[in-house]
């Protein structure tokens, strides 16, 4: 079945530093994928998507770029805030339901 | 806000007893999905509905049910309740399918004691 495997946290960075979290992905098809972001006491919001390959998502200087050859929707951000700490979701989606599939979540903590 | 309300924000109850979530989607979005995120399992999918038709069901429990209303709207029932049921229930919709984003509620707290 269709799943998705992201790094383990916690990530603790530093203000300013730059952000990798990784994502892969097994899928029959191509399905959409998504970056989710839980900040603490909240619901998911949508950080961002990519729906075919190569396609890259960008939001808040956030990015990720669909690579089908590797499987992977990797996360990044070069500069990243202290008000960027959060739990982050790697997801896909199914084609003919748009039901998500998560990976288990990457907690990422960023101090001044 | 994303436009998906959700109620009640926090439910304490005991095992045994039985209860009703209640989802209100975006206006315009027909489907509606139903997500369970605990400790131990992570984000799982529950349950979708499509225009008041179930759609896909993931892993949900007998003890547990759904349905969409003619207004759009969604109920979850969750009876029986086992101390394992504890979690954030989060309700999300979309106005597709196919290829349409979901927009998630800020979820329902559920402690059973």
């Known amino acids: 079945g269709n799943s998705v495997t992201q790094m383990e946290g916690p990530v603790t960075l530093s203000e300013e530093a730059f952000l990798t979290i990784n994502c892969t992905y097994t899928?029959?098809?191509?399905?959409?994928l998504f970056w989710y972001v839980q900040y603490p006491g909240e619901g998911l919001q949508l950080l961002l998507k990519a729906t075919k390959a190569d396609d890259k998502g960008s939001n808040k200087g956030f990015e990720a770029t669909y690579r089908k050859e590797t499987t992977s929707f990797h996360l990044e951000k070069g500069s990243v805030q202290v008000s960027d700490s959060a739990v982050y979701f790697c997801?896909?989606?199914?084609?003919?339901?748009?039901?998500?599939?998560f990976g288990t979540g990457t907690r990422l903590q960023v101090f001044p | 806000d994303s436009g998906v309300t959700q109620t009640p924000k926090h439910l304490i109850t005991a095992t045994g007893q039985r209860v009703t979530l209640r989802c209100s989607p975006r206006s315009g979005d027909l489907s509606v999905y139903w997500y369970q995120q605990s400790l131990d399992q992570g984000l799982q999918f529950l349950i979708q509905?499509?225009?008041?038709?179930?759609?896909a069901k993931g892993n949900i429990l007998e003890r547990f049910s759904a349905q969409q209303f003619p207004d759009l709207h969604s109920e979850l029932n969750l009876s029986s309740l086992e101390l394992g049921d504890s979690a954030l229930y989060f309700c999300?919709?979309?106005?597709?399918?196919?290829?349409?984003?979901?927009?998630f509620g800020q979820g329902t707290r559920l402690t059973v004691v």
């Open positions: 509905y499509y225009n008041g038709e179930e759609r």
């Open positions: 999300a919709s979309s106005v597709g399918p196919p290829n349409t984003e979901a927009f």
């Open positions: 997801a896909l989606s199914e084609r003919n339901t748009d039901k998500l599939i």
């Open positions: 899928a029959t098809g191509y399905p959409s």
